[in-house]
């Protein structure tokens, strides 16, 4: 029973498209996160929420747009997608005793 | 700007030997320090963890040391088996949870 679990896991598209990654979580935690991983390896946050509320909103460009229905659940969704978004890009939720992510989304932009 | 600064960037260790990665911080408003361990296609999943009042944390074959006048903290992997190779991410937290990270080791273990 996958505790974070996000869709889909590959994702390729042309440039200018909008698409989606859907992720949810049954553990429970209030938080959720988007991360994202660069080809260097390097995690950077993107967006936190809260039990719904959006507390954590790094420097991401507008094209990036979390929506959370429910405390479970935790989409992102990207507008005109741009060569450089390919990477691959991880949800995850937490309590105080850690963060646990799902397997990621790998997007390729071409 | 990286707020966890991590080294080496890769290392080889032969099986059954140590292999030590080391971090730095500067924020002394982190108060918890986890450890998280990568596979190819996995996301990051947690290895161990430290708070600030203790320096030393064992798990299994798994040690963080943690020094908090210095701002560092590193993980020791005892007895390493070709099944521990793997990326490892040092990171670090404040309360509100958001967790920066290191720039990632790559871990190689020769059998």
């Known amino acids: 029973d996958t505790a974070v679990s996000q869709t889909p896991k590959y994702l390729v598209t042309q440039m200018g498209n909008d698409k989606s990654i859907k992720c949810e979580q049954n553990?429970?935690?209030?938080?959720m996160y988007w991360y994202k991983q660069d080809s260097k390896k390097f995690l950077k946050i993107m967006f936190s929420?809260?039990?719904?509320?959006?507390?954590i909103n790094e420097t991401v460009p507008n094209r990036f747009s979390p929506k959370s229905p429910d405390k479970a659940h935790l989409n992102l969704h990207i507008n005109s997608l741009e060569l450089g978004d390919s990477a691959v890009y991880f949800c995850?939720?937490?309590?105080?005793?850690?963060?646990?992510f799902g397997s990621g989304t790998r997007l390729t932009v071409v | 700007q990286q707020q966890v600064k991590q080294s080496p960037q890769s290392l080889i260790v032969q099986k059954g030997g140590i292999s030590i990665i080391n971090c730095a911080y500067e924020?002394?408003?982190?108060?918890?320090f986890p450890w998280y361990q990568q596979f190819p296609g996995k996301g990051p999943a947690l290895l161990i963890a430290?708070?600030?009042?203790?320096s030393e944390k064992k798990e299994g074959r798994f040690t963080i040391s943690f020094n908090k006048s210095a701002k560092q903290f590193s993980l020791h992997i005892m007895d390493s088996q070709p099944g521990d190779s793997a990326t490892y991410f040092c990171a670090a937290s404040k309360s509100d949870y958001k967790l920066s990270f290191g720039a990632g080791t790559t871990v190689t273990v020769r059998a």
């Open positions: 430290i708070r600030p009042d203790v």
């Open positions: 924020n002394t408003a982190f108060d918890y």
């Open positions: 995850a939720s937490s309590s105080s005793r850690g963060y646990t």
């Open positions: 553990l429970g935690h209030d938080t």
């Open positions: 929420y809260n039990n719904k509320e959006l507390i």
